[in-house]
């Protein structure tokens, strides 16, 4: 479990067993879980466009110092 995963916990509770609509408990994971993905899908589009051979250079070079940015900080 990570930093963001007992924070949320520790906040709001552990992870119902299933979810159910309206339980601030439920939401609260929801939300986080759709963050997680959204970030994860993020990557590999970043990363697949960086890899095809038939991107655009410009759009490659530009990807390429915004990640090195990121990791700078």
Known sequence: MNLIEQAIEGHWGERCPDYEEGCL???AWREYDNLVMD???SNKLFLEELTHT???PAI???M???IFRRELK
């Open 25 to 27: 408990v439920c939401d």
């Open 39 to 41: 970030n994860k899908l």
């Open 54 to 56: 038939r991107a655009d």
């Open 60 to 62: 490659r070079a530009e």
């Open 64 to 66: 390429t110092k915004l």
